[in-house]
C-alpha cells in the first residue's frame, strides 16, 4: 500500500462521521492541510484535530470552516 493511501485511510478514520459537503467534511476540506502540517501525526484520540487546530493561523479557509463546522455539532 503507498503512503498516501494508507494516509488517505488514516485521515478518513480519524475524521469518520455522517455525509457532509466537503466544504463542512473536515477529510476533504483539510487534506492537504493535514499533508503539509500534521502528516507526521498518527489519527486517533483527536490528535489530528488538535494537530490542525494548532495551526488555525495557517490553515485554508476552507479547513477552518470545517473545523468549526465540526465542534458545532
Not at 485521515?11 to 466544504?23: K, M, N, R, T
Not at 483527536?46 to 476552507?62: F, I, N, Y
Request: glycine share 10%; hydrophobic share 40%; proline share 3%.
Amino acid at each position: 500500500m503507498s503512503k498516501l493511501s494508507f494516509v488517505a485511510i488514516a485521515l478518513a478514520l480519524a475524521f469518520s462521521g455522517g455525509a457532509s459537503a466537503q466544504s463542512s467534511d473536515p477529510r476533504g476540506a483539510c487534506k492537504t492541510d493535514y499533508d503539509k502540517f500534521c502528516a507526521g501525526i498518527a489519527p486517533g484520540g483527536g490528535r489530528v484535530v488538535a494537530c490542525l487546530d494548532g495551526k488555525r493561523d495557517q490553515l485554508s479557509a476552507t479547513c477552518k470552516a470545517a473545523l468549526d463546522n465540526r465542534k458545532q455539532k
